[in-house]
Nanobody, 130 residues
Framework: QVQLVESGGGLVQAGGSLRVSCAAS????????MGWFRQAPGKEREFVAA???????????DSVRGRFSISRDNAKDTLNTAHLQMNSLKPEDTAVYYC????????????????????WGQGTQVTVSS
């Protein structure tokens, strides 16, 4: 079993920066890719970014590439922390951001996504004012 606990988020003006973090605990946490999805009001949940279990590869949605950066700290076997640094934020980045742990990262049709998500965080609100 893996538990995901998110922190960070909040309110920021357009052009500003925020960081959200996800602490993942459990005996198998080091075997999962970690990342984020987001869901804005009235919209479907969409993939944002992901990082492989080793931290060797990162993946981004086109809408955030070049502005967001994901990293991972695997300092402990049973506690990994992923960070999503969000720069040059736009009002359209406003959403609830959900941390996820998955078997891998791949494609669903033409879109990049996390494959076989096994665990979800509770979500954290990010609001970007114009």
């Amino acid at each position: 079993q893996v538990q995901l606990v998110e922190s960070g988020g909040g309110l920021v003006q357009a052009g500003g920066s925020l960081r959200v973090s996800c602490a993942a605990s459990g005996s198998t946490v080091g075997t999962y890719a970690m990342g984020w999805f987001r869901q804005a009001p009235g919209k479907e949940r969409e993939f944002v970014a992901a990082i492989t279990w080793s931290g060797g590869s990162t993946y981004y949605a086109d809408s955030v590439r070049g502005r967001f950066s994901i990293s991972r700290d695997n300092a402990k076997d049973t506690l990994n922390t992923a960070h999503l640094q969000m720069n040059s934020l736009k009002p359209e980045d406003t959403a609830v951001y959900y941390c996820a742990a998955s078997v891998g990262v791949g494609s669903a049709g033409t879109l990049l996504t996390m494959v076989d998500v096994r665990y979800w965080g509770q979500g954290t609100q990010v609001t970007v004012s114009s």
